[in-house]
């Protein structure tokens, strides 16, 4: 029995498979079109968005290849990030030092995150995306606890300017200017357009980084640990069997995502210049998550190239959608609300397809006896 | 010469209690097919777990007896053990994944690798996969069968007999591979891929002398395929022959045959002359227990009892008329007249009622109250306890009189009506289960495998409950069991089910050769050959 | 039958049994808020107060609180879609002010119009729910989320006319919050409400409260309230008594959103404000946050689950915020009701059951 010949391409089937992708396309156009937009200045804002958002985005794809599903844990990797910055801010260190600094300084402690999540997720399997929205919560909670009570407190800060006016508690925005685009600027090519003022600007490092990281994945899968990733998401009972350690596999899955997504919040801050303390990082996991399912990615299978063109789509959605609005109804609110909409939505329609699927194998499955 | 690859000897097993196999003795020789028969419940998963090492095993207190490979006494504790022994085993459900191509299923956890930079630094887990090394080994695994098979397609393609082939590769794949067990290879495969399967199996055994122990219940299969037949029953080996002297119709009586008692019943046959219930042509499908055109009648006022092979529909018959699973076919209910199918409230409401084979699952709220366990289904089919008047709520007080009263007269051994049933004896939840039947107030009983579970003390009394409602409320019971003994002991007569039909109807008193002969489907077999 | 143990068994053991009946999660919760009330009394805040709102809380949270019971009891869990009822209880306070009406008539008006769209809404959320079975928490955050956001458009553009509802020097949509001052704010309160040793006694509200604890009560132990328990217990045993299991998650369902409605018109009488757009995001949470505390499991709640659980959580937040602010700094309520609330769902999330499969 030998493989298929090659299929040839049938439009047909193309947008029957890809119909998530392509729908936001479309949307993206027509808001595009409405919002009044010059092209050159969308176009510099969509490869802005790319380079801050997309390791954050990436970061969801070894989770799902393992079987846990959409990791909204990754909030978890993204306070980490903030931590870090909140520590070299109160050194005082800038530039692109600074921000090497401030990566390293992330990663132990998104380890860590990582590893508290992973222990959660092994106890409430088959259950692991409402425990990383409700771990999300309650994270941010305490996150609160220690940024309004600790900072200035338990954890002296040097720095006065990062405190609120009574010396305890971090304020509700914490400038990193001196970091400001560290990583964007090293390299910067400018592509001017005749009849526009502003050039194009391609933050060539911060693109090699996310290529990097590209890579990196694409390696892992590869290696025996990658494999393993595969096994376990498959069928976690015949991993078992098989000998594979099911709960450290799944649990290393989580730690990688913790730790990219704290790399991906530290490049993402860089890129705004200032941090919004109780605010950044908790949209994370519900922007990535609905920025790869917007790509075509779901519940249980994601590429590179979806996380990648989700975070175009979606962060194309984001620009136009208020003008847009503005355009086409009078007010800019109904393009706001409309992108919260189609966020919540699109995450909403993406998991009870899942579960409907998931309900239908194991049907057929226990037909087939 | 020299010592079987193969040995075990004085095999025995106790789960909590229960004697579970009692001094087996198995031997196979090199490059020999070793069939292993028997119903279900005869020990052969156990005996399998003990030489594959497996955990429920050394979690249950071990086992007594000696093992040997090649003349070796070995001390297999884990999976892993067995397979450094050259022991492999195909269960019976698939362990394969789907999303992995043939390759990657053969050599799951353990792939070849090559190092690199990654795994110099972090270890040996960021090794490199060796795919081309890996296809090779997949190709020679796959030859061995003298299979076509591209080992990079993904498995989730392939038919049911390729996946089968595909976990043979992988233990082929073991080099050291000295024993392979195949667990009900041929179950879901049509009868010419059971063919390939077993030349297949011929080719490994005699070309490369790999010994085969193979677990079945297709008895044609076996009279093929194997050199040596071992029979269990019971947990005991009943027979060890060769299979030139063997026949389908011997083997199952073998399987079947028990010593029994069987107890002289104090009240006369019913005078069985009124029919209760006409099934006509009925059809269920309850995967692994298919029914396929069964018509049969059942008298008013007798115990009937339904026999049979494991997955010959049996148990099918009373889940397909309740309406548990999708049935089609005719139903006729005496007084009620034909009954809608697929409809379990029909069926509550026509004067049945079932005591199901699955205890634990279908048949109990494990965390709710005897009390309740009792009056939950009455009350939703027949409106029962429920306070009168214009709120009609749960009246707990005549649903506690009624457990109580239920208690007493099953003798249910509990703290109260209002304990835990999770909390009770196998036996007196199985009375627990009676009890709601009974509270239905039925005119025709179903029970599927009434003793299942249950420990030796509490099966006699189950059986004599059953006997007793028969003769004092002249309930007309329909008992299916796979323990024809047990049948024996109870019913008044006897029918067959083989492949889905109804294969005869026997008196108790039937030789154990006919009940064999009936069970082994000889009946069809002839029909078959004389047209 | 052993009768003998209960007389036999030592004090200790008794204490370990209740202590185990209670439950860590639910004994942590006690003694912090033990902890609370002394520290309260210590630092002399003002308890009458504190007490006074505590029962004005309790009354005003308590019938979102029982909103979860039908979800959990039919197996679909605690109901994370709890913002759709909510929207539909918004809808219809929103309406009675749009008709002009005032007082008990507007309230009475609005619980009842709520209820029936809620209930249809139920339905709907209901036929959702079991095609996803298996992950109806998940998919029904997700859902109550897009409904709020769904609802942020529908506020912005319904053609409302009512000056007090709408902004006063134009610009589109309802207001964000809309005051009940000359409306129903606190119809029920008020209703023969006393005041003893300072404390006020919201009377309307907990008896309103109390009926519609009896009239869960008496729902669930209908022959339908049964049947909608036993299905969440064990589907097949259900399935083999003649039950419809899907039938039962709708009505579930339908109940529970009902209530859902019928609940934040009670809780916008008592705070005296209708909060609109984003307001409803996370109210499922505290609900189940509540019932949990309360003693549920994501497969069984009963009444006094949905009671104890609500006037613990609600007393926490209420003796937590004058306290902190003394002792450390204003705003710590907020905190420690996202820490608690949410960790303890955490933990209801990933504790084994008794008998459960940790798959």
């Not at chain 1, 709960?247 to 790399?263: E, P, Q, W």
């Not at chain 2, 939950?376 to 649903?399: C, E, H, P, Y």
């Not at chain 3, 913002?83 to 005032?102: F, N, Q, T």
């Not at chain 3, 003649?242 to 019928?262: N, T």
């Amino acid at each position: 029995m030998k493989g298929n010949t090659q299929k040839s391409f049938e439009p047909v089937w193309f947008l029957k498979k890809n119909a998530v992708p392509v729908f936001f396309l479309i949307l993206c156009i027509i808001g595009g079109y409405y919002s009044g937009l010059s092209l050159p200045f969308l176009l510099n804002e969509i490869i802005t968005r790319i380079g801050r958002n997309s390791i954050l985005v990436i970061s969801l794809i070894i989770p799902i290849l393992a079987g846990m599903g959409l990791n909204f844990g990754i909030v978890l990797g993204a306070m980490a990030g903030q931590f870090a910055y909140i520590a070299t801010t109160n050194w005082q260190m800038s530039g692109l030092n600074g921000l090497l600094v401030t990566l390293v300084l992330s990663i132990p402690m998104a380890i860590l995150f990582g590893w508290l999540t992973g222990l959660l997720f092994n106890r409430a399997k088959g259950k692991e995306m409402i425990t990383g929205i409700i771990l999300g919560f309650f994270a941010n909670g305490v996150y609160q606890l220690i940024c309004l009570y600790f900072m200035g407190n338990l954890i002296p800060i040097r720095v006065k300017s990062m405190l609120l006016s009574t010396g305890i508690g971090l304020r509700n925005t914490i400038d990193i200017k001196s970091m400001h685009y560290a990583l964007d600027n090293l390299w910067k090519i400018k592509i001017k357009i005749p009849g526009f003022i502003f050039p194009i600007a391609i933050p060539v490092v911060t693109l090699l980084l996310i290529a990097a990281v590209c890579l990196l994945i694409r390696f892992i899968v590869k290696t025996k640990l990658g494999q393993e990733f595969r096994a376990v998401g498959q069928d976690r009972h015949i991993a078992e069997v098989a000998g594979i350690q099911v709960d450290k596999v799944r649990g290393l899955a989580v730690i990688f995502s913790t730790v990219l997504a704290a790399i991906g919040q530290v490049v993402f801050l860089q890129n705004l210049g200032n941090i919004n303390t109780y605010g950044s990082h908790v949209q994370v996991g519900t922007f990535a998550v609905a920025a790869i399912l917007i790509g075509g990615a779901s519940v249980r299978k994601a590429t590179i190239g979806q996380a990648l063109l989700g975070t175009l789509l979606f962060h194309t959605l984001f620009i136009v959608s208020p003008l847009a609005g503005k355009n086409l109804i009078g007010d800019a609110m109904i393009g706001e609300y409309f992108r919260v909409f189609v966020t919540y939505g699109v995450i909403g329609v993406a998991l009870a397809l899942h579960a409907w699927q998931s309900l239908q194998e194991k049907k057929r499955a226990f037909n087939a006896t | 010469m020299s010592r079987p690859r193969l040995e075990m000897k004085n095999i025995s097993k106790e789960y909590f209690g229960n004697q579970v196999l009692k001094s087996v003795n198995l031997t196979v020789g090199d490059g020999e097919i070793h069939a292993l028969v028997g119903e279900n419940g005869a020990g052969k998963s156990t005996l399998m777990n003990i030489l594959f090492g497996m955990p429920v095993i050394h979690n249950t207190g071990g086992f007594n007896g000696t093992v040997l490979v090649d003349g070796r006494p070995v001390q297999i504790n884990s999976p892993e053990q067995a397979m450094s022994e050259g022991i492999g085993m195909v269960h019976q459900e698939f362990m394969l994944l789907p999303g992995f191509t043939v390759t990657e299923n053969i050599k799951l956890n353990r792939e070849i690798t090559k190092e690199n930079w990654a795994s110099k630094i972090f270890g040996k887990k960021l090794e490199s996969l060796d795919f081309i090394r890996m296809r090779e080994d997949a190709r020679k695994a796959i030859k061995r069968m003298d299979l076509d098979l591209d080992e990079m397609l993904p498995v989730a393609g392939l038919p049911v007999s390729f996946m089968q082939f595909v976990e043979i590769a992988r233990e082929l794949d073991k080099d050291n591979l000295k024993l392979l067990v195949l667990d009900e290879p041929t179950a879901v495969l049509t009868e010419s891929e059971a063919d390939t399967l077993m030349s297949v199996m011929k080719k490994l055994a005699k070309e490369q002398g790999i010994s085969i122990l193979f677990i079945t219940h297709r008895l044609d299969e076996v009279i093929e395929v194997a050199d040596n037949i071992t029979v269990l029953r019971d947990g005991e080996v009943v027979a060890e022959l060769a299979a030139k002297d063997a026949s389908v119709e011997l083997l199952a009586e073998l399987m079947v045959g028990r010593k029994v008692q069987i107890r002289p019943k104090s009240h006369k046959a019913s005078s069985a002359t009124e029919v209760a219930m006409t099934i006509e042509n009925l059809y269920v499908d309850m995967p692994g227990e298919r029914v396929r055109g069964l018509s049969l009648e059942v008298m008013k006022g007798e115990i009937l009892g339904i026999g049979g092979l494991a997955g010959h529909g049996k148990i099918g018959v009373a889940n397909g008329i309740m309406g548990l699973y999708p049935a089609r076919g005719r139903v006729e209910v005496k007084g009620y007249g034909e009954i809608k199918l697929n409809s379990p409230i029909s069926a509550l409401k026509s004067g049945m009622a079932f005591v199901s084979e699955d205890r634990r699952g279908t048949g109990l709220l494990l965390d709710e109250s005897i009390e309740l366990n009792i009056a939950v289904q009455a009350m939703q089919s027949q409106n029962k306890f429920l306070t009168k008047g214009l709120v009609k709520i749960m009246d707990r007080k005549s649903i506690r009189e009624h457990a109580n009263k239920m208690i007493k007269e099953l003798d249910i051994r509990c703290v109260g009506p209002h304990q835990l049933v999770r909390r009770l004896s196998g036996g007196n939840q199985q009375k627990v289960c009676i009890a709601r039947a009974l509270t239905l107030e039925p005119s025709i009983l179903f029970v599927s495998e009434p003793t299942r579970g249950i420990d030796v003390g509490a099966k006699k009394i189950v059986l004599d409950l059953l006997v007793e409602l028969n003769q004092k409320l002249g309930m007309t019971i329909i008992m299916t069991s796979s323990e024809l003994g047990e049948l024996r002991s109870v019913c008044d007569r006897i029918a067959i089910i083989y492949q889905g039909r109804l294969e005869g109807v026997l008196p108790v008193d039937a030789s154990d050769k006919e009940f064999g002969l009936l069970m082994a489907g000889e009946l069809s077999h002839h029909r078959k050959e004389a047209s | 039958m052993n009768n003998n143990n209960g007389a036999n068994k030592s004090f200790i053991d008794r204490l370990k049994e209740i202590a185990a009946g209670f439950g860590l999660a639910r004994s942590i919760i006690l003694i912090f808020l033990v902890f609370l009330v002394v520290l309260a009394l210590f630092l002399k805040l003002p308890m009458d107060q504190i007490l006074s709102s505590v029962l004005a809380r309790f009354g005003m949270n308590g019938i979102l609180v029982l909103a979860m019971i039908p979800t959990i009891q039919s197996g679909t869990g605690p109901n994370f879609g709890l913002p759709l009822g909510i929207s539909c209880g918004l809808i219809a306070a929103v309406l009675s002010i749009e008709l002009d009406m005032r007082g008990f008539e507007a309230f009475l008006f609005a619980v009842g119009l709520g209820a029936v769209l809620g209930g249809v809404s139920g339905y709907l959320y209901g036929l959702l729910l079991n095609k996803v079975k298996g992950q109806e928490m998940t998919v029904g955050t997700y859902f109550g989320f897009s409904t709020v956001s769904l609802m942020c458009i529908f506020w912005f553009l319904a053609p409302f006319k009512s000056p007090e509802m709408i902004w006063p020097y134009g610009g589109n949509g309802l207001r964000v919050t809309i005051a009940l001052q000359d409306r129903f704010d606190k119809v029920l309160d008020n209703f023969l409400s006393f005041s003893v040793l300072g404390v006020k006694v919201p009377t309307g509200l907990l008896l309103f409260f109390g009926l519609f604890c009896l009239l869960v009560w008496l729902f669930m132990r209908s022959k339908t309230g049964v049947a909608l328990s036993t299905v969440g217990a064990n589907p097949r045993f259900a399935e083999s008594c003649g039950l419809s299991v899907d039938r039962y998650r709708i009505i579930g369902s339908v109940v529970s959103q009902a209530l859902a409605a019928i609940g934040i018109v009670v809780y916008a009488q008592t705070f005296g404000f209708i909060q609109l757009y984003m307001a409803p995001l996370f109210m499922a949470f505290f609900a189940v946050a509540s019932i949990l505390i309360g003693g549920a499991t994501l497969k069984r709640a009963t009444i006094w689950n949905a009671i104890i659980g609500c006037f613990l959580f609600q007393s926490i937040l209420v003796v937590s915020m004058p306290v902190a602010n003394v002792i450390v700094a204003d705003n710590l309520a907020e905190v420690v009701r996202i820490i608690i609330s949410n960790g303890i769902i955490l933990y209801a999330l990933t504790r084994r059951e008794i008998g459960g499969d940790v798959r």
